[in-house]
């Protein structure tokens, strides 16, 4: 095993204590529907950064309802959602990891179940379900469906 993964790295202003880290997961766990962190996000979450790892990346975080590919994803498009993660962030930096989120958007691929729900992989509308919005041309394979603009876009960013 290469030494340096037990070494520090700084990026621009950030230093992480290792090279150990915790890809994004989604969990599917916001019960509620509201994409609000809940206490499960905070232990699975937190329990990597008692764990040691330098940076703890929260799950694909939809940045608007219907970015949502299930509708138990975890959100962050309001004051509350981002106040609801926040001491999640913030006890994650007390073990001395760096937390971050991949923020998302599920495009064309919004609007299914939770991969382990039985039954078709759209949710409709009047299961709590939406339209989605993608690429106007492209289908996607699982579902079968082509949707409206805009493209689908991910980006993973630090909370610091
Ligand atoms: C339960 C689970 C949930 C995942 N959720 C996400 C996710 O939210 N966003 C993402 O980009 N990748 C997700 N992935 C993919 C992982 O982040 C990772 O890229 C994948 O497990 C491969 O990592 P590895 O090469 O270290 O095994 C998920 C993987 C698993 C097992």
Redesign the pocket.
Known sequence: MNASLFEPLTLRETTIPNRVMV?????YSCDDRDGLATDWHHVHLGSRAVGGAGVVIA??TAVEPRGRISPEDLGIWSQEHADALAPTAEFIREQGSVPAI?L?HAGRKASTRRPWEDGPRLVKQDEGGWTPRGPPTIRTPATRRTRRRPSAW?V?TSTR
């Open positions: 890809s994004p997961m989604c969990q799950e694909a991949q998302a991910i993973t």
